[in-house]
């Protein structure tokens, strides 16, 4: 199949993930998790985040939030997150129905939260009739492409610990987010004040996977149950641990999230040059944010499919993954370049 700038979730996985899991389909090992892939790669992430860290591997990342959320929450309770956040959009209600809870969206500002947007949302506590705010989620990456700097994750936290509540992280494409940042994991989430972490790898080279983790290990002492039975507990647990093993070894998760964020530098510098197109966003990692000319749309997917963001203006979203190369950049802007003065010729005959 042709590539495309659609998602990263549409590119293949590493080669390198692949041998891993073609070395661990050896043999028989324990199921559900007692297998010594496993416990290898939860020791890594312990080394990474913390040894106080509790590592929950789980299926996906709507997988992923809702364990994050549904640990740590009753019904009652309310999760402050962005208008554009995928447990609010994309995950079809899933957090809603498995924690209960009340999800308040937010407008936010380039994708994020901030303190100031999220103050009016602080209200109700003790007061019966009110759901009771008791998680902030955030995206890193967000949405909308841009970063959050740890300064910004760490008044987030601050507001959210101030009044008992606990900050979430939803890391889909957190290699992004380090390469962008320039910094190890830990350094702006652990130590930013975030309290649970989605960690995702299948945006990255990945097939499938994702890890939850637990700050203060207190917080978890009902989450096994709950990642049973809200069906995330893989019985051959040691293809994901086997996956993440690669994933860590010899930094290949950096290797490949540098490569996705810099085809989307390229991609940004090309088009930049191109008066009809306007970027709409900072683009800090691997995704693109363009109002491109309504007419060229439809035949510049033909060559190169990618999603249509919001259709009023029109807006559009392109991804750049790890096997993106320079020459499918250099041949999709050379596509729009054509397109944009065959329309042009086809005005002025008119």
Known sequence: MKKGFASDNNSGVHPAIFKAMEAANKGHVVGYGDDPFTQKAINVFKEKFGTDTAVFFVFNGTGANVLSLSTVTQSFHSVICAETAHIQEDECGAPEKFTGCKLIPVEPIQGKLTPATIQPHLKGFEFEHHSQPHVISISQVSEMGTVYQVGEIRALAGLAHKNNMLLHMDGARIA???????????????????????????????????????????????????????????????????????????????????????????????????????????????????????????????????????????????????????????????????????????????
């Open 176 to 350: 992004n987010a380090a390469i962008s940042l320039d910094l190890d994991f830990k350094e702006f989430t652990v130590d930013c004040g975030v309290d649970i972490l989605s960690f995702g790898g299948t945006k990255n080279g990945m097939m499938m996977g994702e890890a939850v983790l637990f700050f203060n290990p207190g917080l978890t002492l009902n989450t096994k149950y709950i990642r049973k039975q809200s069906m995330q507990l893989y019985s051959k647990m040691r293809f994901v641990g086997a996956q993440f093993l690669a994933y860590f070894e010899n930094d290949l998760w950096k290797k490949t999230a540098i490569h996705a964020n810099n085809m989307a530098k390229l991609l940004r510098a090309e088009v930049a040059k191109i008066p009809e197109i306007e970027i709409t966003q900072p683009v800090d990692a691997n995704g693109i944010f363009a109002i491109v000319p309504r007419e060229i749309i439809e035949p510049l997917q033909n060559s190169f499919y990618f999603y249509i963001w919001d259709d009023t203006k029109p807006e559009v979203r392109w991804m750049t993954s790890f096997d993106t190369t320079e020459k499918e950049i250099f041949e999709f802007v050379a596509i729009i370049k054509e397109l944009l003065t065959a329309g042009s010729r086809t005005f002025q005959v008119r």
